[in-house]
């Protein structure tokens, strides 16, 4: 696979074969293998361990909002009795004074009707 | 149906190690920085295997990879500013590469003194016997910039060559 240039001398020719020649792959050093299967294992149990991180930082979080989203509606649903309630107070307050004004009403049409059979 | 190919990461690695560790070291010129481009190199490919789809797909991904991260380590060398060339002066002639010939070890540091891009299309062409369009391809650049990038280093380097070299090189 000679790479031939239009104009080129032969001596070029020559001086390309030599530099073929001279850039022949070299081996690699032997320790670079095991670094690499060294840094890629310490790579992947540093990832497992950052995964393992933020599981436990979303389901923190999950639990957090759930705390809070329970809070909120134990704290609305408070809320909602005591008015219930309160609204059972006033409708009670109410009843037993339209009771009294009632009583007090027919006491006075009572007293009215014997004022007048005088 | 064909059956999807599984890539094997282990496999992988022993088949491509050298050539990915040749590629950097020759685009750095640093054995150390080397080593270290190639495992990243590896460990990128791991986080890509359920994208490779064929044993050819691996060894362009891997070349592609190799020479664009090898090209920003040199990048981030020198925004820390280091002198590369000093440091590359020194590896060279380190006693660890005296199985290297004489040769090879001058031509290595000749090209290592070219511009980023012609010394990477050289690489490709040299080391891995690729054609310009599998360059082109490869480091995603129109295939005539790369044919003036080849001819270009070609050039440049025989004229390096000529000055340093004569002694050793009989097509100077």
């Known amino acids: 696979m000679d790479f031939e240039w239009p104009d080129q001398p032969e001596e070029f020719n020559e001086f390309e074969r030599e530099l073929k020649q001279a850039m022949e792959r070299r081996p690699a050093p032997p320790g670079l293998k095991r670094g690499i299967m060294q840094k890629r294992s310490a790579r992947s149990t540093e990832r497992h361990h950052t995964t393992m991180i933020w599981w436990q930082r979303l389901a923190a979080s999950l639990l957090i909002a759930g705390v809070i989203a329970g809070g909120f509606g134990w704290r609305q649903m408070e809320e909602r ?32 009707r014997s004022d007048n059979g005088k | 149906m064909a ?6 990461f282990e496999k992988l690695v022993d088949e491509h190690q050298s050539m990915v560790f040749s590629l950097a070291w020759r685009m750095t010129g640093d054995r150390g920085l080397a080593e270290e481009v190639a495992q990243d190199v590896f460990l990128e490919l791991d986080r890509h295997m359920a994208r490779i789809e064929s044993p050819e797909h691996a060894l362009n991904w891997l070349r592609r990879v190799a020479v664009s991260r090898s090209a920003d380590a040199l990048r981030r060398r020198r925004v820390r500013g280091v002198d590369l060339w000093v440091e590359i002066e020194e590896k060279h002639g380190s006693p660890s590469e005296e199985r ?33 369009e599998e360059i082109a391809v490869t480091v995603e650049a129109p295939l005539a910039t790369v044919k003036s990038n080849l001819h270009r280093g070609l050039k440049l380097l025989r004229a390096k060559a000529t000055t340093n070299l004569k002694e050793y090189i009989r097509g100077l």
């Open chain 2, 3 to 8: 059956q999807k190919w599984q890539p094997d």
């Open chain 1, 81 to 112: 009795r005591r008015g219930e309630e309160a609204k059972q107070q006033v409708l009670t307050a109410l009843r037993i004074t339209n009771q009294v004004l009632n009583n007090m009403n027919r006491k006075l049409v009572e007293h009215d």
């Open chain 2, 100 to 132: 290297q010939s004489p040769l090879e070890t001058r031509l290595e540091q000749l090209l290592s003194t070219l511009p980023e891009a012609q010394r990477a299309a050289l690489v490709l062409r040299y080391q891995e016997d690729m054609t310009p």
